[in-house]
């Protein structure tokens, strides 16, 4: 399976795009140099939402964070992640993206997200899918 990760080119107004753009090329020589397969730049929006979905601002965000970690993201620990990846192979995906920053997200936080995937995941996740041992994964 192949892994990539997502980075985020929203920022809340009045942040410093120097600055920002500093912090995603330091994001991107971290990701390459942890051997991800790619890396992906995201866009901005006219309206606000996440992965698509607009958020009711009426609703309460605990229900559709839980809403959107159920059915979009692979959220906990890395070995969480992992198995939710692993499940995802097994159902025939070969190329998943993780994404690891929101709009006004620290730098360090970032850093450390991505650190976690390329140390932990990322290794866990190429070893049970190397040579089809992807296939010994418990069901989903």
Known sequence: MKL????NAQH????????????????????????????WGGEHHLKWGL??????????????LR?????????????QVAEALLCQHKAGVTHATMRV?????RQDDILAGIELLGR??????????????GQTVTPC
Do not use: C, H, K
């Not at 809340?12 to 890396?39: H, K, N, Y």
């Open 67 to 79: 809403s959107l970690a159920a059915n979009r993201f692979a959220l906990g620990s890395p070995a």
């Open 101 to 105: 920053s929101w709009p006004g997200m």
């Open 12 to 39: 809340p107004a009045g942040d410093d795009p120097g600055r920002r753009f500093a912090e995603t090329l330091e994001q991107a020589r971290l990701i390459r140099s942890l051997g991800f397969d790619s890396i």
């Open 120 to 133: 932990e995941v990322l290794p866990e996740v190429r070893r049970q899918t190397s040579a089809g041992r």
């Open 4 to 7: 990539g990760v997502y980075l």
């Open 51 to 64: 992965a698509g979905i607009s958020l009711d601002p009426a609703a309460r965000p605990e229900a559709q």
